[in-house]
């Protein structure tokens, strides 16, 4: 498997945009770092009584179309250019869906895992303690990621509104209704996902009610599941994975059955008329729509030219590693970006936002017509970049972000 620095990456799909802009040099030089970076260190008292001090990032990318936006990690492996990565791909992600927001991420490192509930509560504060400053509902709004959730975000809310002696429930996103919270959060991302491929096989006249796989049976992938059937109308779950193995069935799975499974026995494995098949091969059934919906690089250069599927929905975040994007391309098999097709999350924290700053709440189906209408409008506008252009939706997403985060650069004679 390719070994890269993700910000590495992020740095040349920038380059690769600017170049088919015409961008001048000193956008491309903005555009390719951070406009802030936070880097500091907090402590933590733990259960047994001792201190730890624990080193942690907020990172605000780019805000020349809005505040910053992105989630907060705890994270073992979490390194300043992950975050960077992650902050700039959050920047593009709210542009190709035209949200008013600018791109940022955040990050503790900790092992999550080795924590307890009192712990990771103190750790969440103590976050919000050190950053206070630096957020709020118009300049940085924070939502969960990795091994955060919506429990965090209400342990950080408040503590943020205790600093603030006020009520802002608008300066975190994914939080419980109950606080704040929107409807139609939880199966925003996957939702987004379907979305886009149903448009994606009216254009290239793909049949909905074939065969599809999901890799990675957690949140995003079980959503997807059980949407895929509800908005498509069809489509055949052959196979599925989690991170103890994968399973196959020709003749399709009871998606609503799988999900119950798995969430009872927290595992895929061994469902009922299922045959355990590799991590591996799931990858490369011949299905109409793959849906990686686990981790990164899970499509290398090692894998990309067996792929049979003829659109990969990428739910998760770099799951296709920029060797095998061009393997892909070559193939002709019809990737949609993970900043377009995982970006109805971000959009759903959005209208949270709104909804957040004029104390009156959606109904659900209000949530998601106007879901709907972003990442339907989104996924065509890319797939005419695809076209103008004569590039992979990857780039072309890159190219419709990019463009409308310069242009507000430019608007605001920063360059
Ligand atoms: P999750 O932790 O709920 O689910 C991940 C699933 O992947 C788990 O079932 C896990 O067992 C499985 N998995 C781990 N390693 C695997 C492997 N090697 N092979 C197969 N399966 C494996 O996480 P999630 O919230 O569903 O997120 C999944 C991906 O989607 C991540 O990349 C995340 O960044 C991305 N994403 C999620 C959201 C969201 O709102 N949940 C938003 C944007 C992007």
Redesign the pocket.
């Known amino acids: 498997m390719e070994s890269y620095n993700s910000f590495k990456v992020a740095q040349q799909q920038i380059l690769e945009a600017a170049k088919i802009l015409n961008l001048d040099e000193a956008t491309i030089e903005l555009l390719s770092w951070p406009q802030k970076e936070i880097k500091f260190t907090f402590p933590v008292k733990l259960d047994n009584g001792k201190v730890k001090i624990f080193h942690a990032y907020r990172i605000q990318y780019n805000t020349a179309r809005g505040p910053a936006k992105g989630g907060i990690r705890f994270h073992p492996d979490e390194t300043v250019d992950t975050i960077r990565a992650l902050a700039g791909w959050m920047t593009w992600k709210t542009a190709v869906v035209d949200l008013p927001l600018g791109g940022g991420k955040g990050g503790v490192v900790c092992n999550p895992k080795l924590l307890s509930e009192r712990e990771l509560e103190n750790l969440s504060r103590g976050y919000i303690r050190a950053i206070a400053q630096f957020i709020g509902v118009d300049t940085d709004i924070p939502a969960p990621d990795?091994y955060t959730n919506p429990q965090t975000m209400a342990w950080m809310m408040d503590e943020y509104e205790t600093i603030l002696h006020a009520h802002q429930p608008g300066v975190f996103t994914d939080k419980p209704q109950q606080i704040g919270g929107t409807e139609g959060r939880r199966d925003?991302?996957a939702r987004g996902g379907v979305i886009t491929v149903r448009e994606a096989c009216k254009i290239l006249d793909v049949d909905p009610a074939g065969k599809f796989a999901i890799?990675?049976?957690?949140?995003?992938?079980q959503r997807a599941a059980l949407l895929h059937h509800e908005l498509l109308g069809a489509g055949k779950l052959i196979a599925v994975?989690?991170?103890r193995g994968a399973i196959y069935n020709p003749d399709g799975f009871d998606s609503t059955e799988l999900v119950q499974y798995k969430l009872k026995t927290g595992s895929v494995l061994n469902f009922h008329g299922s045959k355990p098949i590799s991590?591996e091969s799931l990858l490369e059934l011949d299905v109409n729509i793959l849906y990686p919906?686990?981790?990164e690089n899970a499509i290398s250069s090692a894998n990309a030219n067996n792929i049979k599927a003829k659109i990969v929905c990428e739910?998760?975040?770099g799951p296709t590693t920029p060797e095998a994007d061009l393997i892909l391309s070559k193939k002709g098999i019809h990737v949609i970006p993970d900043i377009l097709a995982?970006a109805g999350?971000v959009t759903v924290s959005y209208f949270e936002m709104v909804q957040d700053k004029y104390s009156y709440f959606w109904d659900e189906d209000v949530v998601h017509k106007r879901l709907d209408q972003k990442l339907t409008k989104a996924y065509h506008r890319v797939y005419e970049a695809v076209k103008e252009k004569n590039v992979h939706p990857r780039l072309a997403a890159m190219v419709v972000g990019v463009a409308r985060v310069a242009e507000a650069c430019k608007l605001r004679g920063w360059v």
Request: net charge negative; no cysteine; proline share 0%.
């Open positions: 990795v925003a991302t890799q990675g049976f957690g949140n995003a992938g994975s989690d991170s991590h919906a686990a981790l739910l998760a975040n995982s999350g």
